[in-house]
């Protein structure tokens, strides 16, 4: 167990819907990163928040949509759901300090989101 | 753009023994972190090993080493004396240093142990 959760564990949405997915950091750790995994592949990075701030976006269309809260806890939001925005969503924390670096990220369970 | 490649979506292993996955790499920069990840069905991705790319020394953990090879860009996991708790998917990730460190990832070795 990491220490980072996410909610809900399963969804199923339909065509055109929007969806919020939650994720609670580790605690001590400031940055969180959302990644979309599709069935038989490697996680794909959606966008990474430090300070409440996007610091860092991977290839996805504006309607994926995050906030950071000042207690480092984060949501991902998607509009109007594709068929293919079916995957295992994922969301890691880690803690990176004033002079930057890299820390490892910690991965929760993930949400399985079902779109028809 | 960085790209990770795992070459050998299915490896298997008789518990006891010893398998090795492996990972290569393509990126410019010099300043990088690498990573092993193990996803068993349970989904939730673990840590099983990391590697900064200016340590020469290859990263070890317990059961689980890795061989560095940065001029080749290679990164291979040595699983020695395999459990039957080590079946999963293994991902190999690739972050670059500096502030934004994203990761990304191959496609994943599926991993069987045998009894």
């Known amino acids: 167990e990491t220490g980072v959760t996410q909610s809900p564990t399963h969804l199923i949405k339909t065509r055109g819907q929007q969806v919020t997915l939650r994720c609670s950091s580790q605690?001590?750790?400031?940055?969180v990163s959302w990644y979309q995994q599709a069935l038989g592949q490697g996680p794909q990075f959606i966008f990474q928040y430090y300070r409440e701030e996007e610091n860092g976006r991977g290839n996805f269309p504006p309607r994926f949509s995050g906030l950071q809260f000042p207690n480092y806890s984060s949501e991902l939001n998607v509009n109007a759901l594709e068929l293919d925005d079916s995957a295992l969503y994922l969301c890691a924390s880690s803690r990176k300090g004033l002079a930057g670096g890299s820390e490892t990220q910690y991965f929760g369970p993930g949400t399985r989101l079902l779109v028809l | 753009a960085q790209t990770v490649t795992q070459s050998q979506p299915e490896m298997s292993v008789q518990e006891a023994e010893t398998v090795t996955l492996s990972c290569t790499y393509d990126t410019s920069e010099s300043d990088y972190y690498l990573f092993w990840y193990k996803q068993p069905p349970s989904r939730q991705m673990i840590l099983v090993i990391r590697q900064e790319a200016y340590k020469q020394q290859n990263a070890t953990e317990n059961r689980f080493s890795v061989n560095f090879q940065k001029a080749a860009k290679s990164f291979s996991l040595k699983i020695s004396d395999s459990q039957l708790g080590d079946a999963a998917m293994y991902f190999c990730a690739y972050s670059p240093g500096g502030s934004n460190y994203k990761l990304t990832f191959g496609k994943g070795t599926l991993l069987t142990v045998n009894p």
């Open positions: 605690s001590g750790h400031n940055t």
